[in-house]
Nanobody, 124 residues
Framework: EAQLVESGGDLVQPGGSLRLSCTAS????????MSWFRQAPGKEREGVSC????????FYADSVNGRFTISRDNAKKTVYLQMNSLRPEDTAVYYC?????????????????WGQGTQVTVSS
């Protein structure tokens, strides 16, 4: 059974940093594009960042470009999201997701597996 488990969410002050992790099991992690999505209260889920399986190309939403960095360790079956210069508007539940067919996409319907989410709260 495929599973994604996120961790690393926390309460952080504006300007602070967090690193989220998502560990996979039950499927061949290295063959799948991996993404981070987020959903704030009352808002739709939005794509944040994606890293491809084939060449480790990375993609970012405009709202996080230059502040967030996605990476993956295929040996550990883990994808990371380093978040710097956090803002209150980054507050959301963050989900990782796995997509079998590329290219990297922020269309949630393209994703086959989802984690349970981890809460990130940016507040003073």
């Amino acid at each position: 059974e495929a599973q994604l488990v996120e961790s690393g969410g926390d309460l952080v002050q504006p300007g602070g940093s967090l690193r989220l992790s998502c560990t996979a099991s039950g499927f061949t992690f290295g063959n799948w594009d991996m993404s981070w999505f987020r959903q704030a209260p009352g808002k739709e889920r939005e794509g944040v960042s994606c890293i491809s399986s084939s060449d480790d190309n990375t993609f970012y939403a405009d709202s996080v470009n230059g502040r967030f960095t996605i990476s993956r360790d295929n040996a550990k079956k883990t994808v990371y999201l380093q978040m710097n210069s956090l803002r209150p508007e980054d507050t959301a539940v963050y989900y990782c997701a796995a997509e079998a067919l590329g290219p990297c996409s922020f269309d949630a319907d393209e994703y086959d597996y989802w984690g349970q989410g981890t809460q990130v709260t940016v507040s003073s």
